[in-house]
């Protein structure tokens, strides 16, 4: 996201589909929807570069399925009070799961 000039905090990620790409739907903070693959490193798991980049047509459908994060992004006490429910989920369903990835490998 940073290569795109976003700061990754300032995003929220509706969708996620692996495949040889990982494939996601992101809201930016102007809170236009873009889709976008990222090229995943075999080793470490990390996105490492991107490798489709396509901004969302807003038909009212698109619209109504991601104008609540939009609006997240808009107004900073929400933003607050849902990046403190998204950490309370992930600590509370995800963390004992979660294991570090492997150490940078060169490729």
């Not at 489709?52 to 933003?79: F, G, Q």
Request: glycine share 4%; hydrophobic share 35%.
């Amino acid at each position: 996201m940073t290569e795109r000039g976003f700061a990754p905090s300032d995003t929220i990620q509706a969708t996620c589909d692996q495949g040889r790409d990982v494939n996601a739907t992101f809201i930016l903070p102007d809170g236009r929807p873009v889709c976008c693959d990222f090229r995943e490193d075999s080793t470490t798991r990390q996105a490492v570069s991107v490798t489709h980049w396509k901004d969302l047509a807003l038909t009212p459908e698109v619209e109504d399925e991601y104008s609540l994060a939009a609006e997240i992004l808009r107004d900073s006490r929400l933003k607050e009070a849902f990046d403190r429910a998204v950490l309370a989920y992930f600590d509370f369903h995800l963390r004992h799961d979660d294991h570090p990835l492997p150490g940078n490998v060169e490729v």
